[in-house]
């Protein structure tokens, strides 16, 4: 691998679990991006968990760690244009892996996750963690 990497909400949970698989990827990244979707996705996880106070907090540490990348409006552009294809190839993809991939492609990250859809996405380099 080795290069600037961008987290899917999945591969970030897999982090939180400790996963080896995750571990061992994460030796080889040069940066390591986090999309304020995700964090979005891990907020919401928190509060419906049964450890609300705890993993409220897991979420505040990581996001504070980590670069976070937001939306501006040329996510928005790359995400109409993504979204359009997609649309007219029939492969349509779940909103906010959407966004993700807007965001991937419009930073030029490797997308790291473990979502096979995202495979529909022209030109997006995927890393299957």
């Known amino acids: 691998m ?4 961008l987290f899917d909400t999945n ?3 897999a982090l939180f679990g400790q996963d080896d698989t995750v571990l061992k990827h994460l030796r080889g990244a040069v940066e390591l991006f ?3 979707i995700a964090v979005g996705e ?3 996880g928190a509060y419906k968990s049964g450890r609300r106070t705890a993993n409220l907090q897991r979420v505040r540490e990581f996001a ?7 939306c501006d409006a040329q996510t928005a552009l790359v995400y109409g244009r993504v979204k359009n294809e997609l649309h007219q190839k029939g ?3 779940p909103e906010n892996d959407l966004w993700i991939a807007a965001l ?3 930073h030029g990250l490797v ?8 495979d529909a996405v022209d030109g997006l380099c995927i890393e299957a963690w």
Do not use: E, F, S
């Open 111 to 118: 997308l790291a996750t473990r979502d096979k859809h995202c």
């Open 34 to 36: 986090v999309p304020v």
């Open 91 to 93: 492969t349509p993809i």
């Open 42 to 44: 891990l907020y919401y």
């Open 11 to 13: 591969i970030i949970i």
């Open 104 to 106: 991937a492609l419009q």
């Open 2 to 5: 080795g290069g600037k990497v």
């Open 64 to 70: 504070a760690a980590n670069i976070v990348l937001g």
